[in-house]
Structure formats: C-alpha cells, structure tokens
C-alpha cells in the first residue's frame, strides 16, 4: 500500500486554508457592498461587522496555524498525517466558526473550540518532534 508523504497531506490543508481564507475575503466584500459600508470603515452594520471579525480572526490565527502545522509536518515522524490532520481539524474549525458566527455572535464558541485545540495538537507536535530533532543531533 503506498502511503502519501505528510507533505503533501500538509500542502494540500494548506491550500484548503487559503481557499477558505478566500471564501472569507469575499464575505466580507459581500458584506460590505451588501451594507454600503465604504472602506476604510469597519463598523455599521452588525452584519458586516460579524463578517470582518471572522476575517480579522482568521489572520490571527494563521499567523500561529501555518507555521505550527509545516514544523510539525517537518519534524514529527512518528505518525506521519497526524499534523495534516490537525490542520484539516483547524480548518473544520474555521469553517465552523464562521458559520457560527455569521448566524449569532455567541454561536462562535464550538467553531472556536474546535480550532484552537487543533492548534494546541500543532504546538504539541512541534515541540515533540523539533525536540526529538534537537536529541538527534546532539546524542554523543
């Protein structure tokens, strides 16, 4: 049975990320024609504002996610999809957090649960396997 590298598992979550980042970008625009909100204002209508914390929320955590998910992608061998995985957790995550938030503020918590435990995974990965990388290098 051939098995697909973790990184390519990880390129292929990375580009279902961006999309959905895309797909968030263009809410937002939606929103803001929708509402007739002209840039650069970021208020006016509760419905472009949920639509815009989504976005500004997503840029937070990708600044964490990307790296997390292609170090521990990296450095993490021992269950090669499991960082992969993660990410696709994440993504679910964001996606459900939007969603959720889209449709009521305080319905944002599940979506946001659920991808930040995703990044916990990552960090845990990371620290794993960079640390099992630093042993190796350094056994006598």
């Known amino acids: 049975m051939h098995l697909v590298p973790a990184t390519i598992l990880s390129a292929a979550v990375t580009i279902l990320a961006v999309l959905l980042y895309f797909y968030i970008l263009m809410l937002v625009g939606r929103m803001r024609s929708k509402h007739d909100i002209k840039a650069p204002a970021v208020t006016g209508n509760l419905e472009f504002e949920r639509a815009y914390r989504v976005q500004m929320n997503t840029i ?5 996610f990307l790296p997390l998910l292609w170090i521990a992608t990296i450095y993490f061998h021992s269950i090669g999809w499991l960082a992969p995985l993660f990410g ?5 995550g964001r996606f459900l957090y939007m969603t959720g938030y889209m ?3 305080g319905k944002r918590s ?7 435990l995703a990044l916990v995974g990552l960090l845990i990965l990371s620290i794993i396997g960079v640390v099992n990388a630093w042993l190796a290098v350094n056994a006598v």
């Open 60 to 64: 937070e955590n990708v600044v964490m």
């Open 88 to 92: 696709l957790v994440w993504i679910v």
């Open 103 to 105: 449709a009521d503020a």
């Open 110 to 116: 599940t979506g946001f649960l659920i991808s930040g």
